[in-house]
């Protein structure tokens, strides 16, 4: 009997243990994907919305307006999203088709701006997409009931410089 006791104790110590490890791996696997789809976004995008009539003389003169158009298109197919609502060419929402994801706000900040050695134009895209993280354990849900205000924000970053070189 006493075996058996030991053993019920080493089993629900052990799911104590494991569940906030499996949310982890779950975090970190959200966080590839978000990673992802932004990068993956943005190629396509920049491919698309370089200007050629600027490329001759060496600038990589970005359209706005098509790189945020490219880019949430292929965001949203690639992570199966919906667009909600969109801030003119700076920020979008996104709400997922089915129930996996909070929705997600991308922030687009384009910056246009010398290289300082010749007179060519080097285009900057900040690119900023966040959620509130949805846990998938049972356990790390309830510990989410039971807080306050605490939220847990997922939040991906990336820069893309585009130039041209010769």
Do not use: H
Not at 7 to 27: D, H, M, T, W
Not at 46 to 75: G, H, I, T
Not at 141 to 152: A, C, D, R
């Amino acid at each position: 009997m006493r075996n058996v006791a030991i053993g019920l104790l080493l089993l629900v110590l052990a799911s104590v243990i494991v569940q906030p490890l499996i949310e982890i791996v779950n975090l970190g696997r959200e966080k590839l994907i978000l990673s992802t789809a932004i990068i993956t976004s943005a190629r396509s995008a920049k491919d698309r919305s370089l200007e050629y009539k600027f490329q001759r003389d060496l600038n990589a003169v970005v359209n706005e307006k098509l790189f945020a158009e490219y880019f949430a298109d292929a965001f949203l197919k690639s992570m199966n999203l919906s667009l909600v609502n969109s801030d003119g060419i700076n920020k979008y929402r996104f709400k997922p088709e089915k129930d996996k994801y909070n929705d997600i706000i991308v922030t687009l900040d384009f910056v246009k701006e010398g290289d300082g050695l010749s007179n060519q134009y080097v285009t900057t895209v900040r690119m900023r997409a966040e959620t509130e993280y949805k846990f998938k354990t049972k356990a790390m849900q309830l510990v989410e009931k039971m807080s306050i205000n605490e939220k847990n924000n997922l939040v991906e970053e990336r820069i893309l410089i585009l130039s041209i070189k010769n």
